[in-house]
């Protein structure tokens, strides 16, 4: 067996530095609009559409930003998410705002319906017990049934 010295193998690892090609010395674009969506593009506008209906606006619930409204332009920071929510320009009237969040809470309501729906079928269909599960997902069904019974509980006096 031939005996590598120290030398040879630092010999070899320059000789493969050496080879080794980088795109440093490669021009760039010169078009620096060229991965940016088009003005009207239908694929981009349709994603916008979609990203505006699936997102509901919170800009007002946890904004830590100076206000452009607020003549004053105090920060939020350090108030709760109610004054925030309280004293948001989205409505005028309380009950507005009040029937707004209640149109929110029900959309929002329909998609864990739909999730819980979806979930409980594929486990069905593909016959998976709960001792499956990630520990985790146990402990996180727990908390979930904890807070559906809260909010049953928050809901009763909106009825009233």
Do not use: C, H
């Not at 067996?1 to 674009?29: C, F, H, R, W």
Request: aromatic residues 6%.
């Amino acid at each position: 067996m031939a005996k590598i010295t120290v030398k040879q193998i630092l010999k070899e690892i320059e000789d493969e530095i050496n080879e080794i090609s980088t795109t440093a010395g490669a021009p760039g674009y010169q078009t620096p609009n060229a991965f940016s969506g088009k003005e009207g593009d239908e694929e981009s506008d349709r994603m916008k559409k979609i990203a505006k209906r699936s997102m509901p606006d919170m800009s007002d619930r946890e904004s830590n930003v100076v206000d452009i409204d607020n003549p004053t332009n105090q920060l939020k920071e350090g108030r709760s998410k109610y004054y925030n929510y309280r004293d948001s320009k989205t409505y005028k009237k309380p009950a507005s705002k009040i029937s707004f969040t209640i149109s929110q809470i029900k959309k929002m309501m329909t998609e864990v319906e739909y999730l819980t729906k979806i979930t409980t079928r594929l486990k069905q269909e593909n016959d998976v017990s709960a001792s499956k599960y990630w520990k985790r997902s146990v402990i996180d069904l727990v908390e979930i049934g904890d807070k559906l019974d809260g909010l049953v509980k928050n809901i009763k006096p909106l009825s009233k």
